[in-house]
């Protein structure tokens, strides 16, 4: 048990330290596996690849043509063109408004927030030197739309972390629908309303835009973007094509791909370029997740991984707590809401098979749970995504992150324990 809880300390401290998990999660996996017992060489090219080449394998279609549809709908301008667009609906006064929503609507129609990042970033920059709000708080309105409700909470998101409890509770991305949308009300209307009241406490402390080193002037002013409702399509067909009509998400997200292509012949010479970056991202964060998931092969089976189970569905109250406590942990621990989940899914989605049968709880409610408890102590400082977005953004953790952990840790936490509340009482 032991060298368990130091594994996964080290993992934290690796991965904090900026150590990429592709070669922190072995060593983390080392650790186990000597305190517990095991024969190194074996758990390492038996075990721990065991584990991370069965989760490559069972979503690595989805990673790439995600990646690809990502860059796709950056390189075409269809990604900048809706932002745009929102942004003068809403207006240039409602900066973080503008940001949250456009963030929002990309990944719930099925962007990687890292492509999110890159595509709103310089869009976000113009409309908050027009409304003259500080830049300290981007970073945060960019999480709240990329980064916490579209990804965990509204249903039928085709985030994967949405998706990932589909495979061990074979549930759909729609799953918990009701405690889905309370929850992304929740988180959207809270996050908003804090970022809004920073905004007044930084104006008033006379923290205003100052426009950040080398980009003293607006980027690509005279591009010309696509249609905005020529853009919206690929989106539409990703969300109705998941949910609507029920097709398998890689079936989809290839039709999205195509959408883009034909829509944007004048584009040709950039798509070899764009998939071929696509794709190649695609590797390293499927690499990286599953990394985090060889890892938990590796803990599942030292011997002291049986007393751990009993100990964390051993903890008192209803059994969505104990899933709750577990996903988060993990999450926490591997700094990524995709890794957590695939760890604790692959070693606790049996019991709580069980238990959603014998409980009357249904287990949609348990991939909800377990998908909004994947999204709270995920972006704690070391996640990569949240170092990526301050790296993107010219911005650091101490100026921040304060803001970050608000809307993406605290108000997703409190919300987690508030609709888990609900679904006792049979609200879900």
Known sequence: MFGIIMGLMTLMALAFKGISIIWAAPIAATIVALTGGLDLLDAFTSTYMSGLVSFMQSWFPVFMLSAIFGKLMEVTGMAKAIAIKLSEIIGKEKAILAVVISCALLTYGGISMFVVVFAIYPIALSLFKEANISRRILPAAITLGAFTFTMTALPGTPQIQNLIPTSYFHTTATAAPIMGLITSAIIAVSGYAYLRWRQKQLTASGEVFVAPQGREKDDEADEKLPNFWLALLP????????NALGWNIVVVVLIANLLILILNPSKFRDFVKAINAGASGSVEAIVNTSAAVGFGA??????????????????????????????????????????????????????????ATTS??????????????????????????????LIITGMTHKESYKDIGMVTILIPMLTLIFVIGLAILGIH
Not at 235 to 242: A, D, P, R
Not at 361 to 384: E, M, Q, Y
């Open 298 to 355: 590796v803990v599942r089976n030292v011997p002291a991984f049986e007393e751990l189970i009993d100990l964390l569905i051993g903890i008192p109250g209803n059994p969505l707590i104990s899933l709750a406590v577990s996903v988060n942990l993990v999450a926490g621990a591997t700094g990524s809401a995709s890794g957590g989940l695939g760890i604790a899914l692959g070693a606790l989605s049996e019991h709580y098979i069980q238990v």
């Open 235 to 242: 989106l539409i067909t990703v969300i109705l094509g998941l």
């Open 360 to 389: 009357g709880i249904p287990i949609d409610v348990f991939h909800r749970v377990a998908v909004l408890a994947s999204g709270t102590l995920d972006t704690l400082p070391h996640n990569g995504a949240i170092i990526t977005l």
